[in-house]
């Protein structure tokens, strides 16, 4: 039992760390904060949150595992190497699909719901 509760321990420790120097971690969280609260202020359905929600967990868990694979390449590449980079490249990039996929599905829950009430103003 001990040991499971070390391992939450270190999960929110790198939860933290990801917070305290990670922009992009925060700018996500800010926007996973928004959509909850428009979730909320719009009365998005059951299937609509599970997606919101599938969404959040998504993008910040691929943030989260592109600063595990940033911190480990400045581990074992110090210096410049070109190698090293594709693969931060390629981290980041896997970021960003998951980015535009949440934008997307984002904009197709809550777009006709904010229409709809400027239509009703």
Same mark, same amino acid.
């Given at each position: 039992?001990?040991?499971?509760?070390?391992? %939450?321990?270190? *999960?929110?420790?790198?939860?933290?760390?990801? @917070?305290? +120097?990670?922009?992009?971690?925060? #700018?996500? /969280? =800010?926007?996973?904060?928004?959509?909850?609260?428009?979730?909320?202020?719009?009365?998005?359905?059951?299937?609509?949150?599970?997606?919101?929600? %599938?969404?959040? *967990?998504?993008?910040?868990?691929?943030?989260? @595992?592109? +600063?595990?694979?940033?911190?480990? #390449?400045? /581990? =074992?590449?110090?210096?410049?190497?070109?190698?090293?980079?594709?693969?931060?490249?390629?981290?980041?990039?896997?970021?960003?699909?998951?980015?535009?996929?949440?934008?997307?599905?984002?904009?197709?829950?809550?777009?006709?719901?904010?229409?709809?009430?400027?239509?009703?103003?």
């Amino acid at each position: 039992m001990k040991k499971l509760i070390r391992g %939450f321990g270190y *999960a929110f420790k790198g939860i933290g760390y990801a @917070m305290a +120097t990670q922009l992009n971690f925060r #700018v996500h /969280l =800010v926007a996973s904060l928004t959509a909850a609260v428009l979730g909320y202020a719009l009365h998005v359905s059951t299937n609509e949150w599970i997606w919101i929600i %599938f969404c959040m *967990a998504l993008v910040m868990s691929a943030e989260l @595992m592109n +600063t595990a694979i940033e911190v480990l #390449v400045d /581990l =074992v590449s110090p210096e410049y190497n070109k190698k090293a980079g594709h693969v931060k490249d390629v981290a980041a990039g896997a970021v960003l699909v998951t980015a535009i996929f949440a934008l997307i599905t984002g904009s197709i829950i809550f777009l006709p719901k904010i229409i709809a009430l400027i239509h009703a103003a």
